[in-house]
């Protein structure tokens, strides 16, 4: 027997508009409960790329129970349920090295090793930070190359934050021959940093003999520097104190061996 319209929409209209009701009403509450937790999170100090991510899997979260609730109507909502999580159990065995990635970016995320922008070394990469997604982490080498490294890795390796402080310390050995003058080679350094207006006076700059080596003596530069000016001041001490050396007669020797032959004579 052939249902007519007006049966359909008796039949299935109550359970049809039902269903409709709770997937608008659910979305409305989830745009509103998302946009609350926006502005809670907004409020913290976590990173942006943290707010996205909470935002990320409470959307999903949100939506996931709206499309269950709306479906118990016509599914059983136990066998739903049931279903769904015998396929999330798959899901997990089948990218459970994702996973170890996802509970790393959470690590990362709360944590907070490092932000974007930093320069930072993991596992003997080094780069500046670009991104940080729940499955990996995006460097920028100094050669502008792109490394992505899955945060599983990231999480486990050693990492070292070289923008984590303000000012680092600027340490450069530098030799003159044992014949050298060590005292004017000492103020001639001085002489240098001080005029480096890159060089921070406090803490004071050092100038200490480290070591007595085979061919040379060895004199470190301690100073501190801001750690945006790091590598342009590390370079232009080079340069000048080459120039300067050369100016006043100071060599920088070369690694050398003297060989002393001895003769036995037959008496």
């Not at 499309?67 to 279903?83: D, E």
């Not at 780069?127 to 945060?151: C, M």
């Not at 530098?174 to 080679?185: G, H, N, P, R, T």
């Not at 370079?235 to 003297?258: A, C, M, T």
Request: net charge neutral; aromatic share 8%; hydrophobic share 50%.
């Amino acid at each position: 027997m052939k249902l007519n319209l007006v049966d359909i929409v008796e039949k299935y209209g109550p359970t049809l508009l039902n269903t409709i009701l709770v997937l608008v009403i659910g979305y409305v509450l989830s745009k509103l409960i998302l946009s609350l937790t926006k502005r809670a999170i907004q409020k913290t100090r976590l990173d942006p790329v943290c707010h996205k991510f909470i935002l990320s899997v409470l959307k999903i979260t949100l939506y996931t129970l709206v499309i269950i609730i709306a479906s118990s109507n016509y599914v059983n909502t136990s066998s739903l349920v049931a279903a769904l999580s015998v396929v999330g159990v798959a899901i997990s065995l089948a990218v459970k090295d994702s996973l170890s990635n996802v509970a790393g970016g959470f690590i990362l995320l709360f944590t907070k090793p490092f932000k974007v922008g930093d320069f930072v070394e993991i596992d003997g990469l080094s780069g500046s930070v670009q991104s940080i997604t729940i499955l990996q982490t995006k460097l920028l080498s100094f050669d502008n190359k792109a490394l992505f490294i899955p945060n599983g890795q990231v999480a486990a390796d050693k990492i070292i934050n070289y923008s984590a402080e303000e000012n680092r310390l600027l340490a450069i050995p530098f030799s003159i021959a044992y014949e050298a003058d060590l005292l004017k080679a000492k103020d001639l350094l001085k002489t240098i940093v001080e005029s480096e207006e890159m060089a921070l006076s406090e803490p004071a700059p050092q100038f200490v003999v480290t070591e007595h080596a085979d061919s040379a003596i060895k004199i470190s530069v301690r100073v501190w520097v801001k750690t945006s000016d790091y590598w342009a001041l590390n370079f232009r001490l080079l340069e000048r104190v080459k120039l300067e050396f050369d100016k006043n007669g100071i060599s920088i020797p070369f690694n050398q061996l003297d060989i002393h032959i001895v003769k036995n004579e037959e008496k």
